[in-house]
């Protein structure tokens, strides 16, 4: 059996769009992965509503992704791969990551994943795949008080420059690109979460792309 653990924010927590609901698990993409894989994979999802890729949140405590990630880690350990699907909570209007600050807390991860796996006597790293979120929509954002009272105007162009930043740390680590956007797009009248039908789409493909992996 293949063990993949899948670590991040409200996106693997399973938000519904526009409200603080939460998809059953079937109908939230991990459910979807699951389906699509079937009983030779086991998947772990370690997803907590406003995490960041590092750093506190301006608007909500104990998020920093980083600082977390350790001991989740090795909670769960070995494991054949690991999926970071982080970087929306990075795009609010507090946050003032530099795209430096971003690839250092990229390099953090896989030094966790060193760290613990030796720590742990684990002889064989789990690969890593880092995921792009689905594009943030500023003109959806605008439509959704809430989420305009977090994210701003800006939010769209930081997220923009974490593509390229994500793509660019794959090429130099060796780690497993994906991009989400391509598959999915985020809610009408909101621009962040995912709504069914988008969330079905980015399973089936996270599901082909673990296949390819492993």
Request: negative net charge.
């Amino acid at each position: 059996m293949k063990t993949i653990l899948i670590y991040g924010d409200s996106l693997v927590y399973g938000k519904m769009p526009k409200t603080p609901k939460r998809y059953e698990r079937s109908k939230n993409f991990i459910g979807v992965i699951e389906k699509e894989l079937g009983h030779d994979y086991r998947i772990i999802d370690e997803g907590l509503r406003a995490r960041t890729l590092s750093g506190e949140n301006g608007f909500f405590p104990y998020r920093s992704g980083v600082e977390q990630f350790g001991p989740i880690l090795g909670s769960h350990l070995p494991l054949d791969l690991v999926c970071i699907f982080l970087g929306v909570n990075d795009c609010n209007k507090k946050d003032t990551k530099t795209s430096e600050d971003v690839e250092f807390a990229l390099e953090k991860y896989l030094e966790e994943v060193k760290t613990w796996c030796e720590s742990l006597s684990i002889e064989s790293l789990p690969k890593v795949m880092i995921i792009v979120p689905p594009a943030i929509r500023g003109d959806q954002l605008l439509l959704n008080e809430n989420m305009f009272s977090i994210f701003g105007s800006g939010a769209e162009e930081k997220y923009k420059e974490l593509v390229s930043i994500y793509q660019n740390f794959c090429e130099k680590y060796k780690c497993v690109f994906f991009d989400a956007s391509k598959h999915c797009v985020t809610a009408d009248e909101e621009g962040i979460h995912l709504d069914e039908n988008n969330n079905a789409l980015l399973g089936v493909a996270l599901a082909n792309k673990i296949k390819e992996i492993l």
